[in-house]
């Protein structure tokens, strides 16, 4: 905002216990990172930990982010912040979750869930596949205040293999949860990956909402770039998408038809669209038809490493 702010950090464990607090002090327009901040606060070894940030005193506002690296591969992964409302939700969606491994690649999806509420919250968790078919239920309770952990989810939790698509976490009543994965491609000399936030269903978009935005899709001999769209609300829905490159002197566009729930992840989209060899392309997602609600992304992945980098539709 261009004004000061102090700030109070505060990491917990998985447990909900507060294992460290410390305050810091930003000028107005300052960006500072804390490199390898739990070791120089004196955390030590943490998994699955917690960060939250809020404002102390000061007019500032802030943003926050974790680039957490793969100590074998370097490969940083974006965790982005979430601020929780004090309504809560009843639904969120994890688009592009997988376990497959297609003898190129290992595709895994570890799941987290946190419960930022005061009471425990029990949750079913659904999947429904890309390939279709009967939708996988699994129940949890999610404790007040800790995160539960769900490494290679689909296994795991619903013993599915050589699969994707999408799982739906919903509560019988509003509920203060935040949803997120990573899926990563692991190696023998570690991972590869990207980090997905859970959408609720307002953060979609439907008939009469703005398109959703897209940015920075290539397909070219060094990049691919995986379109996903899933609907959240289980109603039926047909979109327009929208392919513009850079220079705009042409579009590419096709329509795609979802079903209630329905997980698609269209490979190699710009390829697919006659758009070979094409950087910085922008695309668009726009809901004509039906009451269903739709997030989208794109996974755009090097083609040397198979290292995805996850863009989220806005």
């Known amino acids: 905002s261009g004004d000061p702010v102090n700030l109070l950090i505060k990491v917990f464990g998985s447990n909900g216990q507060q294992l460290k607090e410390f305050p810091i002090s930003l000028a107005g327009g300052q960006h500072t990172q804390l490199n390898s901040f739990l070791t120089t606060q004196g955390v030590g ?3 699955n930990g917690r960060v939250e940030i809020s404002v102390a005193s000061g007019l500032g506002k802030v943003t926050a982010y974790a680039s957490v690296l793969d100590n074998a591969t370097s490969d940083p992964l974006l965790v982005t912040p979430v601020t929780l409302t004090d309504a809560g939700n009843t639904r969120w969606v994890v ?8 003898g190129a690649a290992n595709w895994q ?5 946190f419960n930022a509420g005061t009471a425990d919250v029990n949750a079913t968790l659904t999947f429904y596949s890309q390939n279709g078919g009967t939708p996988q239920n699994a129940n949890v309770n999610i404790p007040a205040g800790q995160v539960r952990q769900f490494d290679k989810t689909l296994f795991s939790l619903f013993g599915k293999t050589n699969d994707g698509g999408a799982v739906h976490v919903t ?9 997120t994965a990573r899926t990563y491609n692991q190696t023998s000399g570690g991972t590869y990956g990207q980090f997905i936030s859970g959408v609720t269903p307002a953060e979609a978009t439907g ?3 703005r398109p959703l935005q897209i940015l920075q899709v290539e397909e070219s001999n060094r990049f691919r770039s995986n379109i996903g769209l899933a609907e959240v609300t289980g109603k039926p829905v047909k979109l327009e998408i929208t392919v513009t490159p850079p220079d705009a002197k042409v579009t590419a566009v096709t329509e795609v038809q979802l079903q209630a729930n329905e997980f698609r992840q269209i490979g190699s989209l710009l390829r697919n669209v006659g758009l070979s060899d094409t950087y910085n392309a922008r695309v668009s997602v726009r809901v004509i ?3 269903g609600r739709v997030t ?8 040397l490493t198979n290292d995805p980098t996850y863009v989220p539709a806005q």
């Open 95 to 102: 688009p592009g979750v997988a376990d497959l491994n297609n």
């Open 45 to 47: 070894t943490l998994s």
């Open 207 to 209: 008939l009469g909402n």
């Open 171 to 179: 509560t019988a009543t509003a509920s203060r949860l935040v949803a």
């Open 289 to 291: 038809e039906g009451e």
């Open 296 to 303: 989208a992304y794109a996974s755009v992945i090097d083609m």
């Open 109 to 113: 999806t570890d799941m987290r869930l």
